[in-house]
T-cell receptor, first 110, second 112 residues
Framework: DAKTTQPPSMDCAEGRAANLPCNHS???????VYWYRQIHSQGPQYIIH???NNETNEMASLIITEDRKSSTLILPHATLRDTAVYYCIVRLNRFNKFYFGSGTKLNVKP | NAGVTQTPKFQVLKTGQSMTLQCAQDMNHNSMYWYRQDPGMGLRLIYY???????DKGEVPNGYNVSRLNKREFSLRLESAAPSQTSVYFC???????????FGPGTRLTVL
């Protein structure tokens, strides 16, 4: 599985969009990009995933660059409850193994 | 529908003691996983089970054993606990579609 690189922390003002970057320069053609988050000490929560195209759901949008070497998770209107550690994971879809890195701690401030 | 449940929530052991962490899911998922999370770190995969009757090692399997008892249950055993195994342990399960993992609330284990 390709490795990912994320900034250790980011700040965002409440109500503004939070853009969380992830580099995965060694990604191969059949590897998916997944995003999870972990609020405080709870179990991680699935957010979104994609292969090549941009994806959107009720929680967030995922923008994947054309060369697929990086992606951005967008929370369109961050709230205080979005304060969490966000993990970007790249893996082969046929293998049910996720490798979490250290993630990005997002601090949403009033 | 309880999702993924784990027992116990908290446990304190002495070095050398053994114990089994229990995990169950009611979502009819084929795959189940055990992770550990040390303070300030991301999750690391210990073992996983792609389907009933199969198990495989993850990143950090040493010192642990697992049993996929049936489709619902996946247990993690520490035969001789060590202080280095002090951590929070998360169990997860996933189905084929969508291909996402659902996590339990975690077991906080301290080994003295």
């Amino acid at each position: 599985d390709a490795k990912t690189t994320q900034p250790p922390s980011m700040d965002c003002a409440e109500g503004r969009a939070a853009n969380l970057p992830c580099n995965h320069s060694t990604i191969s053609g059949n590897e998916y990009v997944y995003w999870y988050r972990q609020i405080h000490s709870q179990g991680p929560q699935y957010i979104i995933h994609g292969l090549k195209n941009n994806e959107t759901n009720e929680m967030a949008s995922l923008i994947i660059t054309e060369d697929r070497k990086s992606s951005t998770l967008i929370l369109p209107h961050a709230t205080l409850r979005d304060t969490a550690v966000y993990y970007c994971i790249v893996r082969l879809n046929r293998f049910n193994k996720f490798y979490f890195g250290s993630g990005t701690k997002l601090n949403v401030k009033p | 529908n309880a999702g993924v449940t784990q027992t116990p929530k908290f446990q304190v052991l002495k070095t050398g003691q053994s114990m089994t962490l229990q995990c169950a899911q009611d979502m009819n998922h084929n795959s189940m996983y055990w992770y550990r999370q040390d303070p300030g770190m991301g999750l690391r995969l210990i073992y996983y089970s792609a389907s009933e009757g199969t198990t495989d090692k993850g990143e950090v399997p040493n010192g642990y054993n697992v049993s996929r008892l049936n489709k619902r249950e996946f247990s993690l055993r520490l035969e001789s606990a060590a202080p280095s195994q002090t951590s929070v342990y998360f169990c997860a399960s996933s189905g084929p579609t969508p291909d996402t993992q659902y996590f339990g609330p975690g077991t906080r284990l301290t080994v003295l």
